[in-house]
């Protein structure tokens, strides 16, 4: 039996490129959905609206220079002060950083047929940088940055013709980065698509008869890139990682009524099982025949796409927790909170953070119980954190004990997890640095360990402060979990 964390842990923090680089017109770099995306001022802070995508609106928003109410452009400036970053990163002990790369960098034109030298260049120096801390850098492929030219050219997901040029954007991060890096992930929660089409799939709700099937259909294209992707890297460098992602949506039924164990399980399959099983297990699950018959989804498929598959699983399952929620057969008199892209039923036992999402440690153990003991594959936490208000003090101090109290608890069942049994490989906890939100696109609401003075409009020095909770977890790393105890 395992009592503790295993030695070669590996412990960090994860960002993502349109959250933290800014620069959004720099070195030939092409608009993405974020980039055209508005920090909502009317944003109820306890239930997130999903915002919608029409060509007009897109438009517009492309040709509005007045940066202001697009945080996502400027982000925090990492583009300009990843060295400095990543060294304060370095200072807590971190053994993994994970970022994404931007494949509007990389391809700015969607289709060019080199690559723009100046991105190559600059993620180098990104992975250099984490290289010379010691740190393993773990890079997210696409990570929530659509290139708008990939759905103004091709419609986005729904159309095949970008699998190939995801896997061309694939074959050259693959090939330059070789030796370097060895843990990828294809896309960031490939689970959201279902509910953020155009965010995620470049995929417009215009001129479908059943918008749910083009989802579907895009998320089908996704899955066969995702896997011709992993058989590459294994191909290019038998040392790569290649890791599927999900948003785990941890669901328990709301009583033990027989009907809301039911939902429970429908929920779970659709939320959260439907991802992992065709990317863990190699093929579309049963389950699912009922479902696109009664909905009339009708996946367009070309020969070869169920074997690529089933040939080509992820090496490890990489998830973000940030919450659970309950599953009820008659919500009709519940409670709504919000959560993580859409809002769900709440649980009268847990409390919620400030935007709502309900704060459920215990969760985080039974979804790693669970998932592990569905695939039997190394488990790493690719997400997992809260945001907070939080208030820079005079002194230059933040006194965040709330994220502490949050993260301790976090690790205790983790520990929990790995006494129990399951195969966690590491941990790499949401903005370790304060970024842009990604759902509300507010800076207040901030997950770091390291706050940086910018407020929602972009005003502010851009300085970086250590806040209470850096100290902790540098401790947190120095004892490889042992010890979970003081602030300072
Ligand atoms: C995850 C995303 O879903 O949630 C991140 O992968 C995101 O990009 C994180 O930032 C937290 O969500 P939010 O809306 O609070 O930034």
């Not at 990604?438 to 997950?447: A, D, L, P, Q, V």
């Amino acid at each position: 039996m395992r009592t503790q964390f295993p030695d070669n842990f590996l412990w960090g923090g994860a960002i993502s490129a349109c959250q933290a680089e800014g620069a959004y017109n720099v070195d030939g770099r092409s608009m993405t959905i974020p980039d055209v995306t508005m920090y909502n001022k009317k944003l109820d802070r306890k239930i997130t609206k999903q915002v919608s995508f029409t060509r007009e609106a897109i438009e517009v928003a492309k040709k509005d220079l007045d940066d202001t109410m697009y945080p996502k452009r400027r982000g925090i400036d990492f583009y300009y002060t990843y060295k400095e970053d990543i060294a304060l990163l370095a200072e807590m002990g971190f053994s993994v950083f994970r970022f994404s790369i931007a494949w509007s960098r990389v391809f700015p034109n969607g289709d060019d047929t080199t690559p723009n030298e100046k991105a190559l260049e600059y993620y180098e120096n990104v992975i250099d940088e984490c290289l010379k801390h010691n740190m393993e850098p773990l890079i997210t492929i696409s990570h929530f940055d659509m290139p708008l030219v990939l759905m103004e050219k091709f419609g986005g997901w729904y159309n095949r013709k970008l699998i190939d040029l995801y896997l061309n954007y694939c074959e050259t991060i693959f090939t330059r980065y070789r030796g370097k890096v060895k843990y990828w992930v294809t896309f960031n929660e490939i689970n959201m698509s279902i509910k953020a089409g155009p965010k995620t799939l470049g995929i417009i709700n215009e001129g479908f008869d059943n918008y749910e099937e083009a989802l579907f259909q895009g998320i089908h294209n996704q899955f066969v890139a995702a896997a011709k992707a992993t058989k590459l890297a294994h191909e290019i460098d038998n040392n790569n990682k290649i890791g599927c992602m999900v948003a785990y949506f941890t669901t328990y039924a709301h009583t033990c009524k027989p009907d809301d164990v039911m939902k429970m399980l429908y929920d779970d399959r659709m939320r959260n099982q439907f991802y992992l099983d065709v990317q863990a297990k190699g093929k579309y699950p049963w389950y699912m025949d009922r479902y696109f018959t009664e909905n009339n989804i009708n996946i367009k498929m070309e020969d070869g796409d169920l074997e690529v598959i089933k040939e080509n699983t992820a090496d490890f399952i990489g998830f973000s927790y940030y919450m659970s929620m309950i599953s009820s057969a008659d919500a009709t008199n519940l409670e709504i909170t919000s959560g993580n892209v859409m809002n769900v039923l709440k649980n009268p036992y847990l409390e919620g953070s400030e935007w709502g999402w309900q704060i459920d440690p215990v969760g985080l153990r039974y979804t790693l119980n669970t998932v592990y003991d569905r695939y039997e594959k190394p488990m790493f936490i690719l997400e997992n954190g809260i945001g907070l208000l939080d208030k820079l003090n005079e002194d230059g101090t933040i006194n965040d004990e709330g994220r502490v109290d949050y993260h301790r608890r976090h690790f205790e069942a983790m520990k929990e997890a790995i006494k129990d049994g399951v195969d966690l490989i590491g941990y790499t906890m949401w903005g370790p640095i304060d970024i842009i939100s990604s759902g509300t696109s507010e800076m207040s609401k901030r997950y770091g360990f390291i706050y940086v003075d910018q407020d929602d409009f972009g005003n502010g020095s851009k300085k970086r402060y250590k806040k209470d909770s850096f100290y902790w977890y540098k401790n947190v790393i120095k004892t490889n979990g042992e010890d979970l105890g003081d602030v300072k």
